[in-house]
């Protein structure tokens, strides 16, 4: 049976709040759950901040032999940090319910 | 965090202080209080002056206690920041885009592409940045008043 946690963020994953959702995602590592979904469904902006706690999740996760995977904003604007860096091609979304 | 006048923003150079940029360039483009999804043309503008301003507080003043300066201006065909802080000189030139999959060093990447210009001079110890960012074609422009023209359509 495999553990997937699934972590829910809302409003701006942005450098005053990447610290705790990168921390969150590390404990989660440490206990040895390495299949988590973010759910950025409802997200109103992303930086390159809030972009590099996701990135460390996921390259921590995969390490594991486990993945990170993300709900897609529903946001154009929160979706576009993704495109930009081409992000949007390794990160395997999901899409919103 | 102190808002000046309409077209003028000064912030601390700390994360949560670039979270003013957003509602100030909609005030400044006239968009109200929520950004309008018919114009991409702030939240495009917002994306890179955080970039920027995250890049002036963790280089130019390397975490030390340090102002922000911003300044808007809006014309018939889109807007330009100037940005002024008085952190340590740094040229753009000189860091090249990531060529490989890494956790950091993509704001510098964001800000050239999401700006039409983006140039830096160096005046009376303060750099000078300047952003600018054209009003996407068909989707919305800025009229001869200054404020945005949503759909396309006829101011």
Redesign the interface.
């Known amino acids: 049976m495999v553990t997937v946690v699934r972590l829910v963020v809302d409003g701006?994953l942005?450098?005053?709040a990447a610290p705790a959702l990168r921390d969150a995602i590390n404990a989660h590592i440490e206990r040895g759950v390495v299949n988590l979904v973010v759910d950025l469904a409802s997200i109103s902006?992303v930086?390159?901040?809030g972009?590099?706690a996701l990135?460390?999740g996921m390259?921590r996760s995969r390490q594991a032999s486990g993945d990170l995977q993300l709900v897609r904003p529903t946001s154009?604007?929160a979706f576009?940090?993704f495109e930009?860096?081409q992000f949007d091609q390794?990160f395997r979304f999901v899409e919103p319910t | 965090m102190t808002f000046h006048g309409r077209d003028e923003l000064i912030i601390p150079a700390t994360p949560v202080a670039t979270r003013l940029i957003g509602p100030w360039l909609n005030a400044v483009l006239d968009l109200g209080h929520e950004p309008d999804p018919a114009s991409d043309l702030a939240s495009r503008a917002e994306l890179a002056l955080v970039e920027h301003c995250n890049n002036v507080a963790l280089h130019g003043y390397a975490g030390d206690e340090g102002s922000i300066r911003l300044v808007a201006q809006v014309d018939d065909d889109g807007l330009t920041v100037t940005v002024i802080d008085s952190g340590v000189e740094f040229d753009p030139r000189s860091v090249a885009d990531p060529d490989e999959v890494q956790v950091h060093g993509y704001g510098l990447m964001i800000i050239r592409k999401l700006t039409d210009e983006f140039d830096m001079s160096r005046e009376n110890d303060s750099n000078h940045w300047r952003l600018r960012f054209s009003a996407p074609p068909g989707a919305a422009g800025v009229d001869r008043g200054g404020k945005v023209r949503k759909n396309g359509g006829n101011p």
């Open positions: 701006r942005d450098a005053e902006f930086d390159t901040a972009l590099a990135v460390s390259k154009t604007a576009r940090v930009l860096t390794i």
